[in-house]
């Protein structure tokens, strides 16, 4: 018993202690609300940089004026003095100011300094103002899709201000003012003043020279090629930090088309992240990753490095007759080895691969690589893709997704998958933010690099990079070629689906590319949707890798690579 009364009597003590010293604050501010009106401070929202420190988001100083309409001794003859001052109609603020069923009435928000020194100088009773930044992006419409904007009231809506406004945001504060019963101050009375606290900044992966750069280039290609629209996504392969993403057409954050609401969800969707399409050839780098690597465990079914194709320009699988996109040199379809059919970009002969493999080892593959699941990027909207239950598919099916067709990604998926295949089989969860920390110079949260799996070999990644060296070197990928800089990649020229059916004359040209071959640092993927003209990958997507490497390059002054 006296234990058990000993236990009791410190269960009160311990809830006496924490009412009176840890809870003391917020009950003092409590009961001080009961017969206050408060003034609200809004928290700073944190500033985003890149990662160099440019800033992207910040804010400028605005103000919002607010009003206690029973405080307020004469709403007509304050209407008439407010009116000239905030720009906002006599009976309209003559309404507002006789609504006595308010405590507080927003008179105004999101004006300028000017505004609240002429209000300051009418001294009207009951009439208050509070500072409530605006939201301002310094680089108008870049990477607008990837930073996204907020809301009237501040908060994040999209992109990382959606995502990370939590961190952002911050927490707001409050003057109060003690009053009587109707809400008139009391002669004399103090203020309590409870502090807002600011928001945390952001510091993304993102780097505002190569998005600048890779946005002049896509936006060229939009305008030559009177394309649909031009994407493309830069990571760095050794641990999937996100350099540059590019969604055009786009719009400018600090003009925010919010009444045309079908307008704004179309430009302000990061659809290298949310949409998905058929990769086309460019899948055939995850195809020919699975057929090396299981040739190298030991597995009979893949065909070895030095399999001979066949010269037949047609496979017919289930009936389906599966053609060669072109004949080849001098107008004969030859046989060829794996490194010639990656350079030719030879559908029969992935195709082959994939049969051989079989369903069962190629969707280990195809899942291992994070086809059908998210990657994992810190971003809101994430497609899975659109993968065929193992279940239900066909030899006909596993064919066409040997090169790229009856399997649908994004194009996010797409770029992780190849840089996973090229750097050692490290495959990670790709980020766009690097750290959250406080302008105070606290670091508050890093993302740290987060490696979710192996997908291939070093020995696979060597032998695929190589092969794909010279498909840039020799092959439909030569208008990526940078002299003196170890280029490697592959092209892709896929047909577009309407209603179940091919859509005549549409096509989406692409090409995934990473430099140096030997160690990778960074990886493009460009795509063109609905170029009109030439629509092959080899001339329209390739030169754009070309232009946004040689970019780099020259704005890293990277060194000529050896070997």
């Not at 700073?44 to 309409?69: P, Q």
């Not at 009177?226 to 055009?248: E, G």
């Not at 690597?293 to 490095?305: C, I, K």
């Amino acid at each position: 018993m006296l234990l058990a009364i000993a236990f009791i009597f410190c269960l009160f003590l311990g809830r006496f202690f924490y009412i009176q010293v840890i809870w003391k604050e917020k009950l003092q501010y409590l009961a001080l609300d009961q017969w206050t009106r408060e003034i609200p401070i809004h928290a700073g929202r944190g500033n985003i940089y890149d990662c160099n420190g440019e800033l992207l988001a910040g804010n400028t100083a605005a103000y919002s004026v607010y009003a206690r309409a029973n405080a307020v001794e004469n709403a007509e003859i304050a209407a008439a003095a407010l009116s000239p001052v905030l720009g906002v109609e006599r009976e309209e603020l003559v309404k507002k100011l006789s609504d006595k069923s308010k405590s507080e009435i927003l008179l105004l928000r999101k004006t300028g300094k000017e505004t609240v020194e002429a209000l300051a100088g009418q001294n009207i009773r009951g009439v208050y103002y509070a500072r409530d930044d605006v939201r301002i992006y310094p680089y108008g419409s870049l990477a607008c899709q990837v930073l996204g904007f907020t809301s009237f009231d501040g908060s994040g809506t999209t992109g990382v201000e959606g995502y990370y406004n939590g961190f952002l945001a911050g927490e707001d504060g409050d003057i109060l003012y003690e009053t009587d019963l109707v809400g008139v101050d009391l002669e004399g009375a103090a203020a309590a003043y409870l502090p807002a606290e600011n928001g945390l900044s952001v510091r993304l992966t993102l780097d505002h020279r190569i998005q600048s750069l890779a946005e002049q280039v896509m936006g060229r290609v939009l305008s030559e090629s009177q394309a649909k629209a031009a994407r493309a996504v830069v990571l760095d392969p050794s641990d999937f930090s996100v350099l540059a993403m590019v969604n055009l057409p786009s719009y400018d954050l600090n003009e925010i088309p919010r009444d045309d609401l079908d307008l704004l969800n179309s430009l302000s969707r990061n659809k290298l992240v949310s949409d998905i399409y058929e990769p086309g050839s460019t899948f055939k780098i995850v195809t020919a990753a699975a057929n090396i690597e299981e040739g190298l465990r030991g597995n009979e079914r893949a065909l070895p490095l030095n399999h001979v194709f066949s010269s037949s320009r047609t496979r017919i699988v289930d009936g389906t007759t599966i053609k060669c996109w072109s004949d080849h040199k001098n107008g004969k379809h030859s046989n060829q080895t794996l490194a010639e059919a990656l350079n030719n970009s030879c559908n029969p002969c992935f195709v082959d691969i994939a049969l051989a493999l079989g369903k069962e080892t190629f969707y280990e593959y195809l899942k291992n690589f994070q086809f059908g699941r998210a990657t994992g990027i810190d971003f809101s909207g994430e497609s899975i893709g659109m993968l065929l239950p193992e279940s239900v598919v066909r030899d006909c099916d596993l064919a066409r997704i040997g090169f790229g067709q009856t399997i649908a990604v994004s194009p996010l998926q797409l770029a992780c998958a190849a840089a996973s295949a090229v750097n050692g089989g490290y495959y990670y969860a790709p980020r766009i933010v690097a750290e959250i920390f406080s302008e105070e110079g606290g670091v508050s949260e890093k993302t740290e690099t987060k490696l979710l799996h192996r997908t291939v070999s070093e020995e696979t990644s060597k032998i695929l990079s190589s092969m794909l060296e010279g498909v840039v070197r020799d092959g439909s990928g030569k208008k990526a070629y940078i002299e003196g800089y170890r280029v490697a990649g592959k092209t892709g020229t896929a047909q577009k689906y309407e209603n179940g059916h091919i859509a005549q004359g549409k096509y989406v040209s692409s090409f995934v590319g990473y430099f140096p071959a030997n160690d990778p640092k960074y990886l493009a993927l460009i795509i063109v949707d609905e170029p009109q003209g030439s629509y092959y990958g080899s001339t329209v997507a390739a030169p754009c890798a070309k232009e946004i490497f040689q970019g780099i390059i020259d704005m890293m002054h990277l060194p000529q690579s050896e070997g």
